[in-house]
């Protein structure tokens, strides 16, 4: 049974390089990728170089826990550092923010994310990709959730080329 699954992107070391390796190893893993405009946004809860930040769609039949081990492994194949602060920089840092229309927590990853609603890096690019879907928990769609969202400064779109 294949199930949908969106995955969000975000580097601020090379971050150009970097996004392009991690959406290429995930098209490697899931093939066909749906993806949003890449934004830039100001590092949050730290001071650092701005990340570049997007969102990808994919089909897969693996499970929930299976999806974020391989995201894990994808970060750590392009230097993700896992013993450091929470928030500090990051070649690749992938999350899992939604997996169907599950709620709760599988095989230890909580579903949707809890962070779509506050930051504008997410919130976004998942609003681009599918605007009239429903946030399972709040129960508004995305595209209402980004119109409600208090945009902070220095989040922009910017132009990107994967090739």
């Not at 070391?13 to 490697?28: D, G, H, K």
């Not at 095989?107 to 605007?131: G, K």
């Amino acid at each position: 049974m294949s199930h949908r699954a969106y995955i969000s992107i975000g580097s601020n070391i090379e971050p150009a390089e970097n996004v392009r390796l991690a959406v290429t190893a995930l098209q490697t893993v899931f093939g066909q990728l749906d993806i949003s405009p890449v934004y830039e946004s100001e590092a949050v809860g730290f001071d650092g170089d701005n990340f570049f930040n997007l969102v990808v769609a994919v089909t897969t039949n693996m499970s929930v826990g299976d999806v974020n081990q391989c995201l894990h492994e994808i970060e750590d194949r392009y230097g993700r550092k896992r013993n450091g602060p929470r928030f500090s920089s990051r070649s690749i840092d992938l999350d899992l923010l939604l997996y169907d229309e599950l709620c709760g927590e599988y095989d230890s990853v909580l579903l949707p994310r809890e962070e779509i609603p506050h930051h504008a890096h997410v919130l976004c690019p998942l609003a681009n990709l599918i605007p009239t879907a429903i946030h399972p928990i709040l129960k508004k769609t995305y595209q209402q959730l980004w119109q409600e969202f208090s945009v902070p400064t220095g989040f922009r779109k910017i132009e990107f080329v994967f090739e």
